[in-house]
């Protein structure tokens, strides 16, 4: 399951990488559905101008997604397999590649893409802080990987020695 909160007060969820669900925060209202048949929607993220970003797994692509109309909008092919896409303080899509670690930035208006790092992969989620500094998970052996201001050489941060 994975969570995204919003400043509005209400809870995004996918479940079972299948299902778009809303609720309150608290869940107290219950959960709302929102898009059935989703795609494989892993870890999103809200954009500047309110829509939904989500990488499709299994389809080689990021989609934007209107949760008013439930409309998915390619943004990117031929990012491989993605696994996450975080949005930058300048509005712009940073993803990565379960499959090969490609740390890429595209620009959600045209769909221009660059891989801006490479990490070990598999890489499974990210997150950019405001000065644009990318950290990346990689499950296979729980270390967390930093690029400074999201460009150049990615280091470990934190050793992972949990993988079994």
Same mark, same amino acid.
């Given at each position: 399951?994975?969570?995204?909160?919003?400043?509005?007060?209400?809870?995004? @969820?996918? @479940?079972? %990488? %299948?299902?778009?669900? /809303?609720?309150?925060?608290?869940?107290?209202?219950?959960?709302?559905?929102?898009?059935?048949?989703?795609?494989? /929607?892993?870890? &999103?993220? &809200?954009? *500047?101008?309110?829509?939904?970003? %989500?990488?499709?797994? !299994?389809?080689?692509?990021i989609v934007a997604i209107d949760l008013k109309t439930g409309t998915k909008t390619p943004v990117v092919s031929g990012v491989g397999m993605p696994s996450a896409v975080k949005v930058d303080s300048k509005g712009q899509l940073i993803s990565s590649?379960?499959?090969?670690? =490609?740390?890429?930035?595209?620009?959600? *208006?045209?769909? *221009?893409? =660059?891989? @801006?790092? !490479?990490?070990?992969?598999?890489?499974?989620?990210?997150?950019? $802080?405001?000065?644009?500094?990318?950290? $990346?998970?990689?499950?296979?052996?729980?270390?967390?990987?930093? @690029?400074?201001?999201?460009?150049? =050489? %990615?280091? /470990?941060?934190?050793?992972?020695? &949990? $993988? /079994?």
């Amino acid at each position: 399951m994975k969570v995204v909160c919003i400043s509005s007060g209400r809870t995004y @969820i996918a @479940i079972l %990488a %299948a299902l778009l669900l /809303v609720s309150g925060l608290t869940l107290s209202e219950g959960p709302a559905l929102l898009l059935k048949d989703a795609g494989h /929607v892993n870890g &999103f993220a &809200f954009g *500047k101008d309110g829509r939904l970003y %989500a990488p499709l797994w !299994q389809k080689d692509s990021i989609v934007a997604i209107d949760l008013k109309t439930g409309t998915k909008t390619p943004v990117v092919s031929g990012v491989g397999m993605p696994s996450a896409v975080k949005v930058d303080s300048k509005g712009q899509l940073i993803s990565s590649d379960w499959l090969s670690g =490609e740390i890429r930035r595209t620009d959600p *208006k045209n769909g *221009k893409s =660059e891989v @801006i790092a !490479q990490v070990p992969p598999p890489v499974d989620n990210l997150a950019v $802080a405001k000065d644009g500094t990318i950290y $990346a998970s990689n499950p296979a052996d729980s270390s967390v990987l930093v @690029i400074p201001r999201g460009k150049g =050489e %990615a280091r /470990v941060l934190v050793d992972g020695h &949990f $993988a /079994v």
